[in-house]
């Protein structure tokens, strides 16, 4: 679908002016990671040759599908990402998780298969995570009826939802998917998705931005809720993105606050959104441990014996 390929266009919130400085070497002693949105996406979804990285101007140097996922899981391993949700096409997140099983968490990717499809990969183990949905692209809303069927295998299997909430890249409307809208991205728009369904577990992609408010008051009234932080954490100015997370912070939400790099076709994102945690000078230590690894943990039950194996890859 055309509104997929919008999403690797996410870049373009930039309109950058930004004022990164990136130090992108990693301690060799790294502590765990865990990136809750990555996609698996063809090499050349987004063009032959890809378009460059809109921060860097690095252009991506793979021209195959397993040259694209290698780099990629080369920077998983590079930063210790002990776990990282992917989503994308089938055959696409398929592909990743036989390449790196005890690190790819398999997600899904609109447009959505049938229920009764989905509950089989889940059930067999085939996937993890039912996200990104990124509905907004299709026009569609959270509280939308046709939604009420996924929504009810989420909470009826216990499993993670994680939602794209917040904007697109410019012009998006013009360019790929004639239904979007901004306000499809409001994340209180989940209010009686969430009333509906109390043991939904649900994650706000991008943390909801830029509706800072709304998004402080979904997560303050249903403590289940978590957000990512995805590609604010490294595609908005460096100042803007710390205003947001420090209001989040400041709110109460420290706890509930996942690392995610939203790495499309530029590998070395991955390490840029760990940079935008890291040089977040208000956060303590523990307030960024917490960001990157122990609410993950938290939201997603993971059992932490089973990382031993893959950080020591």
Same mark, same amino acid.
């Given at each position: 679908?055309?509104?997929?390929?919008?999403?690797?266009?996410?870049?373009?919130?930039?309109?950058? !002016?930004?004022?990164?400085?990136?130090?992108?070497? +990693?301690?060799?002693?790294?502590?765990?990671?865990?990136?809750?949105?990555?996609? #698996?996406?063809? @090499?050349?979804?987004?063009?032959?040759?890809?378009?460059?990285? +809109?921060?860097?101007?690095?252009?991506?140097?793979?021209? $195959?599908?397993?040259?694209?996922?290698?780099?990629?899981?080369?920077? =998983?391993?590079?930063?210790?990402?002990?776990?990282?949700?992917?989503? !994308?096409?089938?055959?696409?997140?398929?592909? @990743?998780?036989?390449?790196?099983?005890?690190?790819?968490?398999?997600? $899904?990717?609109? +447009?959505?298969?049938?229920?009764?499809?989905?509950?089989?990969?889940?059930? #067999?183990?085939?996937?993890?995570?039912?996200?990104?949905?990124?509905?907004?692209? #299709?026009?569609?809303?959270?509280?939308? +009826?046709?939604?009420?069927?996924?929504?009810?295998?989420?909470?009826?299997?216990?499993?993670?939802? /994680?939602?794209? $909430?917040?904007?697109?890249?410019?012009?998006?409307?013009?360019?790929?998917?004639? &239904?979007?809208?901004?306000?499809? !991205?409001?994340?209180?728009? =989940?209010? *009686?998705?969430?009333?509906?369904?109390?043991?939904?577990?649900?994650? =706000?992609?991008?943390? /909801?931005?830029?509706?800072?408010? *709304?998004?402080?008051?979904?997560?303050?009234?249903?403590?289940?809720?978590?957000?990512?932080? #995805?590609?604010?954490?490294?595609?908005?100015?460096?100042? *803007?993105?710390?205003?947001?997370?420090?209001?989040?912070?400041?709110?109460?939400?420290?706890?509930?606050?996942?690392? /995610?790099?939203?790495?499309?076709? @530029?590998?070395? /994102?991955?390490?840029?959104?760990?940079? !935008?945690?890291?040089?977040?000078?208000?956060?303590?230590?523990?307030?960024?441990?917490?960001?990157?690894?122990?609410?993950?943990?938290?939201?997603?039950? =993971?059992?932490?014996? &089973?990382?031993?194996?893959?950080?020591?890859?």
């Amino acid at each position: 679908m055309k509104f997929i390929r919008s999403l690797a266009s996410l870049a373009l919130l930039l309109l950058i !002016g930004a004022d990164h400085a990136f130090s992108q070497r +990693p301690s060799p002693q790294r502590t765990p990671i865990i990136d809750m949105h990555i996609h #698996a996406f063809s @090499w050349d979804h987004q063009g032959n040759p890809p378009p460059p990285n +809109p921060v860097t101007g690095k252009v991506p140097t793979a021209r $195959t599908n397993k040259e694209a996922m290698e780099a990629s899981l080369t920077e =998983l391993r590079r930063y210790n990402v002990v776990r990282a949700v992917v989503g !994308g096409r089938t055959e696409h997140v398929s592909r @990743w998780h036989a390449a790196d099983p005890e690190r790819i968490i398999g997600g $899904t990717m609109m +447009p959505l298969p049938e229920v009764s499809v989905l509950r089989k990969e889940f059930l #067999a183990g085939q996937l993890g995570v039912m996200g990104e949905l990124a509905l907004v692209y #299709a026009g569609v809303a959270p509280n939308d +009826p046709q939604m009420e069927p996924y929504w009810a295998l989420a909470e009826e299997l216990d499993i993670p939802v /994680g939602i794209h $909430t917040g904007l697109a890249p410019p012009n998006t409307p013009y360019q790929c998917c004639p &239904k979007f809208r901004n306000s499809l !991205g409001n994340p209180a728009l =989940l209010e *009686e998705v969430l009333i509906r369904h109390p043991k939904l577990r649900v994650y =706000l992609m991008h943390a /909801g931005y830029p509706y800072l408010q *709304e998004t402080k008051a979904i997560m303050h009234m249903y403590p289940q809720v978590y957000a990512d932080l #995805a590609a604010i954490d490294w595609l908005r100015p460096r100042e *803007e993105f710390h205003e947001y997370l420090r209001a989040l912070v400041r709110a109460g939400f420290g706890k509930r606050l996942m690392f /995610g790099s939203d790495q499309m076709v @530029w590998p070395e /994102g991955i390490g840029m959104a760990i940079e !935008g945690i890291e040089s977040a000078s208000f956060l303590t230590e523990e307030q960024k441990r917490d960001i990157f690894y122990n609410n993950a943990v938290r939201f997603l039950r =993971l059992d932490e014996k &089973k990382f031993v194996r893959s950080s020591s890859r």
